[in-house]
């Protein structure tokens, strides 16, 4: 059983075009997150969600826009997609905020060309 | 400005030796530090946590210790095996948030 999954876990698209990925996990956590890991492997936060409201929003591009229809789902869409936004994202879930160990998803590689 | 740093981007080990692995934090005080292991092409996977009134921690052959003098956590992964070559990132909370360090590349050679 896929503790924490994403789809898809390609994706590649030319400039300018609209993505989504999903992420849905199966733990019963209330805490969502999604993370950009870009080529030099430094991993940092871009949103976060708790019971479906967002608590953090780094300073990402209003481009990237999440949306949590419950809190087993934490999908992340991307307007107008640039050459940067390549990137790998992953999606994680912790029991809540804060101090607890995060599960994370295997990763969406997105690749705009 | 707060910064969680690993030093080392890469570390090579003899198999059966004890590899050691340093998280430093600067500029303020951390309630918690995390390690995770990631293999590539994968997501991070949960390997610790060690809380800030903790020393120390254990798990199989993983040991975590967190200086608040020093601002350090150690990751020890004693009795080291090839299965153990993996990027292995520190995180800990800054406000609410969690920040990741860049990650060791850890090498176990045979």
């Known amino acids: 059983d896929t503790a924490v999954s994403q789809t898809p876990k390609y994706l590649v698209t030319q400039m300018g075009n609209d993505k989504s990925i999903k992420c849905e996990q199966n733990l019963g956590h209330d805490t969502m997150y999604w993370y950009k890991q870009d080529s030099k492997k430094f991993l940092k936060i871009m949103f976060s969600y708790n019971n479906k409201e967002l608590i953090i929003n780094e300073t990402v591009p209003n481009r990237f826009s999440p949306k949590s229809p419950d809190k087993a789902h934490l999908n992340l869409h991307i307007n107008s997609l640039e050459l940067g936004d390549s990137a790998v994202y992953f999606c994680a879930s912790s029991q809540r905020g804060g101090g607890y160990e995060q599960y994370f998803g295997p990763g969406t590689r997105l690749t705009v060309t | 400005s707060q910064k969680i740093e690993q030093n080392s981007e890469a570390l090579n080990i003899q198999e059966g030796k004890t590899a050691t692995l340093t998280c430093n934090y600067t500029?303020?005080?951390?309630?918690?530090l995390q390690w995770y292991r990631q293999d590539p092409g994968r997501g991070p996977v949960f390997l610790l946590l060690i809380r800030e009134n903790e020393k120390e921690k254990r798990k199989e052959r993983l040991k975590v210790t967190f200086d608040t003098t020093l601002k350090q956590s150690l990751f020890h992964i004693t009795a080291s095996q090839p299965a153990d070559s993996a990027t292995y990132l520190c995180a800990t909370n800054r406000d609410d948030k969690i920040i990741f360090g860049k990650g060791t590349r850890l090498h176990i050679l045979p």
């Open positions: 500029n303020y005080s951390p309630a918690y």
